[in-house]
């Protein structure tokens, strides 16, 4: 099973910075099968990045994602106060799916 | 516009089991793969297992594998998942969600709303 760590564990930051979160895996993860969520209190997660680097529908420019193997980001280039949430990245092997731990992103 | 309806909370006693489901209104249910999530109160995501209905075939967590059956009923566009010898642990909210692939990228698009199982004695 590859296991997805994620770091930092908190980011704090203030509206307009950048946030950059790194996921790794245990070994190397298919691109196409690399995808990042977005969860607030209370809600479902909501997909943010799918195959690694495409934007699903709805979701603002600010976010992007790249990587590729085993070391994959999710940037956020101008932080604004509705992007507090905790993220995380997901990856599907051999018919198993599995999670990172997630980072929580806070807004000064 | 798909949506994912789920059964309500549930409290349960430790030692019996739980059965939740999820209804597709707004598309045809059969040709995706679902996929059940739990999470624990302030924890993190955590995968349980998945069914393609049409291929009748389902994948289980390791960590849940004899414990779990995940189901499909085509002709009501409804999924299951029963959790059985329930412990304190699976006190969580647990979470469908569709399966989408997309050229060669797969994904989780739509989820549903949660479902609270409480396991109390």
């Known amino acids: 099973e590859i296991v997805l760590t994620q770091s930092p564990g908190t980011l704090s930051l203030s509206p307009g910075e950048r946030a950059t979160l790194s996921c790794r895996a245990t070994q190397s993860v298919s691109s196409g099968y690399l995808a990042w969520y977005q969860q607030k209190p209370g809600q479902a997660p909501r997909l943010v990045i799918y195959g690694a680097y495409k934007r699903a529908t709805g979701i603002p420019d600010r976010f992007s994602g790249s990587g590729s193997g085993t070391d994959f980001t999710l940037t956020i280039s101008r932080l604004e106060p509705e992007d507090s949430a905790v993220y995380y990245c997901?990856?599907?092997?051999?018919?198993?799916?599995?999670f990172g731990q997630g980072t929580k992103v806070e807004i000064k | 516009q798909v949506q994912l309806v789920q059964s309500g909370a549930e409290v349960k006693k430790p030692g019996s089991s739980v059965k939740v489901s999820c209804q597709a209104a707004g598309d045809t249910f059969s040709p995706y793969t679902f996929n059940w999530v739990r999470q624990a109160p302030g924890q993190g995501l955590e995968w349980v297992g998945r069914?393609?209905?049409?291929?009748?075939?389902?994948t289980y967590a390791q960590k849940f594998q004899g414990r779990v059956t995940i189901t499909a009923d085509e002709s009501t566009n409804t999924g299951y998942m029963e959790l059985r010898s329930l412990r304190s642990e699976d006190t969580a909210v647990y979470y469908c969600a569709r399966e989408w692939q997309q050229l060669v990228s797969l994904f989780f698009d739509y989820w549903g709303q949660g479902t609270l199982v409480t396991v109390s004695s």
């Open positions: 997901q990856q599907y092997d051999r018919s198993l799916w599995t």
């Open positions: 069914i393609s209905p049409r291929l009748r075939a389902t």
